[in-house]
């Protein structure tokens, strides 16, 4: 067993599991709250990740790019929300999804007629292109820092849900809406801002992945089907549900990414088994989701009150 | 969506023109993938494709030349569909293109199948090498295994007694492993097959730790398209380079490199790969089609547009040499086989299995007189390479 390996593997699943975390809170959130779906939460994450590249390109410097690109998601999802979500909250959830899909398909044309489609890289600078090493461990300093992040991120979050007003009314209303309606709370202003948040907290997770990657045309709607599965997995509207639920499927999908193809050796000749372990992680993560459907439908971290 | 409206209106004064005088123009399809983020290679080959016809002044002999291009989307079954609708519908004469392996074997029969000719600008799968050659499948690229198979031969030479494999889990990614594996004498330490397709894994951290524990003197990798750019990346975000050197097929190109550059991505230049041609290749018909795309789109061709560059200049001279007479296929046929064309790539001949037959080169990544990063041959891997399926062909 190689230890370094086995430590570097669950850094890289708790990685993907805190951006999974980052994208999957606010969809929670919109999901639970205001009982939306909303498949074009996606479209936030890949504009972040273009409004950051852009300014980055023009300013050279990346935290600049973060915190434009920031204001600019939490602007655009604030639009989305003022012009086209809140007239749908009434209606049922094909319309959501019509209406929703519909939005990925402009947002991806838009990008298309504004930024090409070739995608855009974004440089980091020298110090977070590096590596940072621990005895014989080594770790990339932009990956160390995608996890500070996301922990920072979650732990903000945390306490903006459990110790302020603001919280108290997003958990009000994911148990009980229309009670938190009687009680005369501006519930309009509430949901623009839980979804402009939401939308911000994407476009976040979009800019820290995209110096890996790259920013590209429909990069969000790879990941959003994910982020859906980690929704589900922790409780419809349950932000710690999100928070475990991420942290699992990112450790799954790594682990399994690692270690699979070994295990599966030693029942199968390998070439079957380097086939086989590929197609089976990138499944895993469902076959957790369909379990969890099948023992347990409101999810690992229910929210109370929540039927 | 302008590229739909182009296509609409093509096709629409396609079905005008073909109304008065059918007789008089060739018609070609062309299936790349102009959406989603592999659009780029897609855009690279239609660039190619549109130089090419400009520099025959859109006539082969006395025949205009009708381009429809058709987007596969990335995926076979739209790929199938797209190639179905050129054959009956359009009813085309040629239909060239295809990046991918996989969407090329599901389209594949829907064009022999009809007797139309197959003009493959970049897909090369073993299959159609060996056990499903077509007498009217051409290829104006590789197939799959013989780049890898030169850089096997380049390990080999180096002395380089270990390495990590890295590739895409679909048809052309396990070639390229295979190729790689069918030559290097040295130990394969591990070897990693990745979700591909629409919805690819684009984030290696998990196969690159592995790569580093496992010990290997070096790795080679195969990722197309825009993967290429991310794992480049990432392999230098992780601090492989000078642990772990790297070698790549396809995934070093024209079109990652702009991109790479731009993201000051220093640890690519010097890094080496094969390939059948590159940009500074000494020929006149490639120094025109270089230096004319450098003036049209400000960056270099990539290996694509090279293919598909010469993808019709190889139907212009078949449908030459048989003076336009598009009925004789069997004429047609002896025409494509002849290879009687300037390719970019210089002077190449065809196997039995409609494979070309021709050089492999080390590139290096370098940057040029004008500071832009490029490729340049280093050496001559491999004269008159023929690949190892055309012995499974029965032609």
Known sequence: ?307 | MLIRIIRTVLIASAITITGVAQADSVKIGFVTTLTTPAGVIGEDMKNSVMLALEHIDNKMGNLDVELIMEDDGFKPDIGKQKTDKLVKQDDVDFVAGYIWSHVLLASMNSVTGADKFLISSNAGPSQIAGKRCHPNFFSTSWQNDQTPMALGEYLNQEGVKSIYIMAPNYAAGKDMAAGVESVFKGEIKGKDLTKWGADAQLDFSAELAKARASGAEALYVFYPGKAGGAFIKQYQQAGLQGELPLYTAFTVDSIALPKLQAGKLEGVLGSKMAQQWSPDMDNAANKRFVSDYLKQHGKYPSFYGAQSYDAIMLIKSAVEATGGNLKDKDALRKALMAADYESVRGPYTYGNNHMPIQNFYLREVVEDAEGRWTTKIVKTVYENHQDLHASKCKM
Request: net charge neutral; glycine share 12%.
């Open chain 1, 1 to 307: 067993m190689d230890w370094n390996l086995l430590v570097t593997q669950l850094m890289n699943g708790l990685q993907l599991g805190l951006l999974l975390f980052l994208l999957a809170s606010g969809l929670t959130l919109i999901f639970g709250i205001m009982d939306f779906i909303n498949l074009s939460h996606g479209s936030f994450y890949m504009i972040g990740a273009y409004f950051c590249g852009t300014v980055v390109a023009k300013s050279g410097s990346f935290i600049t790019g973060v915190i434009v690109g920031l204001i600019g998601v939490f602007a655009v999802g604030a639009l989305v929300e003022w012009l086209i979500a809140r007239k749908l909250y009434r209606k049922d959830h094909l319309d959501h999804v019509l209406v929703t899909f519909g939005l990925i398909l402009i947002f991806d044309t838009l990008v298309h007629l504004l930024w090409g489609a070739s995608g855009m890289a974004i440089p980091l600078p020298d110090v977070l292109n590096g590596q940072l090493s621990f005895g014989g461990l080594v770790l990339p300093t932009y990956r160390l820092l995608i996890i500070v992040a996301g922990l920072l991120v979650a732990a903000i979050l945390f306490i903006l849900v459990t110790k302020t007003r603001l919280g108290m009314l997003v958990r009000a209303g994911a148990s009980n809406r229309t009670m938190v309606e009687a009680l005369g709370v501006n519930i309009d202003r509430l949901f623009l801002v839980v979804f402009a948040l939401g939308a911000a907290m994407a476009g976040l997770a979009g800019m820290l992945i995209a110096p890996i990657t790259e920013a590209s045309i429909g990069m969000g709607n790879d990941i959003i089907i994910v982020a859906f599965v980690v929704v589900i997995v922790g409780g419809i509207g349950s932000v710690k549900g999100a928070f475990y639920a991420a942290l699992i499927i990112g450790l799954i999908d790594t682990l399994s990414r690692s270690y699979l193809d070994r295990l599966l050796m030693l029942a199968m000749p390998s070439n079957y088994a380097e086939t086989a372990a590929p197609a089976l992680s990138a499944m895993l993560i469902y076959i957790l989701m369909a379990a969890v459907l099948a023992f347990r439908p409101q999810g690992l971290f229910p929210i109370a009150g929540m039927k």
